[in-house]
């Protein structure tokens, strides 16, 4: 199996949530080139406990 990885960034706000905006668009764009999306990995979170940074991860 071949893995493929996505570093995305939320868009932090201090005093409210984090957000993704664009995962929506990846996984459309990796499932036309033949990938399965198989799940994410957090490899940021933040002092409070959120999300800063995932790797979204595709496998073909």
């Not at 199996?1 to 668009?25: I, P, S, W």
């Not at 933040?46 to 940074?53: A, I, T, V």
């Amino acid at each position: 199996m071949n893995y493929t990885f996505v570093r995305l960034e939320y868009e932090n706000h201090k005093t409210a949530t984090a957000q993704l905006k664009q995962h929506r668009e990846i996984i459309a764009e990796y499932a036309q080139k033949g990938y399965r999306y198989a799940g994410y990995l957090p490899v940021q979170i933040g002092p409070s406990g959120k999300n800063l940074k995932i790797d979204l991860i595709f496998e073909k």
